[in-house]
T-cell receptor, first 117, second 114 residues
């Protein structure tokens, strides 16, 4: 089966500019996640979707970050305006598991490496 | 809130040495526990998992046992290879909430020398 697709792989922007990342999850996976991985740290959840609804966005900096999942499939994550501290790898993951069920696997994309200068 | 604590790296070993990477967690209820691996230049891959107390996850010679009494999930391998050099992340998913997202530790870099 095809994996989780993300684009672009790399992006360099100046601070205060805007940027968008795209994710296409595994077909049939209802749950989609966006994580931020700063160099030397573990991934941190930004937002979780169940189909096209938001389950958890408590750690999403909503003054500058936004995300949507149209029709419960593809998703985009946007940053506007970007700050230097947003430099990180942005990972998308999807899973088959529904809320309250155990042990379903997650599949991660290769990520988008963002550098803000 | 939920959290995962891993031993700091880097861990440097010679080939065929025994590996232990410590992981402890804080969570309400009984989470599922995971080890993920990130090889240089690649994405995160699931290495092994355990979903209840005393379960042992294993894969590619790596093992980890879910210890509820010590809230631990230490990763072990009897004989490491150069190809095991990577960053290892311990993670959990809480069981008693609707949120199914992984909470990761900070990662431990393993360097295996020939």
């Amino acid at each position: 089966e095809a994996g989780v697709a993300q684009s672009p792989r790399y992006k360099i922007i100046e601070k205060r500019q805007s940027v968008a990342f795209w994710c296409n999850p595994i077909s049939g996976h209802a749950t989609l996640y966006w994580y931020q991985q700063i160099l030397g740290q573990g991934p941190k959840l930004l937002i979780q979707f169940q189909n096209n609804g938001v389950v958890d966005d408590s750690q999403l900096p909503k003054d500058r970050f936004s995300a949507e999942r149209l029709k419960g499939v593809d998703s985009t994550l946007k940053i506007q305006p970007a700050k230097l501290e947003d430099s990180a790898v942005y990972l998308c993951a999807s899973s088959l598991g529904r809320q309250g069920r155990a042990g379903y696997g997650y599949t991660f994309g290769s990520g988008t490496r963002l550098t803000v200068v | 809130g939920d959290s995962v604590t891993q031993m700091e790296g880097p861990v440097t070993l010679s080939e065929e040495a025994f590996l232990t990477i410590n992981c402890t967690y804080t969570a309400t209820g009984y989470p599922s526990l995971f080890w993920y691996v990130q090889y240089p230049g690649e994405g995160l891959q699931l290495l092994l998992k355990a979903t209840k107390a005393d379960d042992k996850g294993s894969n590619k010679g790596f093992e980890a046992t879910y210890r509820k009494e010590t809230t631990s999930f230490h990763l072990e391998k009897g004989s490491v290879q150069v190809s095991d050099s990577a960053v290892y992340f311990c993670a959990l998913v809480p069981m008693d909430t609707g949120r199914r997202a992984l909470t990761f530790g900070s990662g431990t870099r393993l360097q295996v020398q020939p």
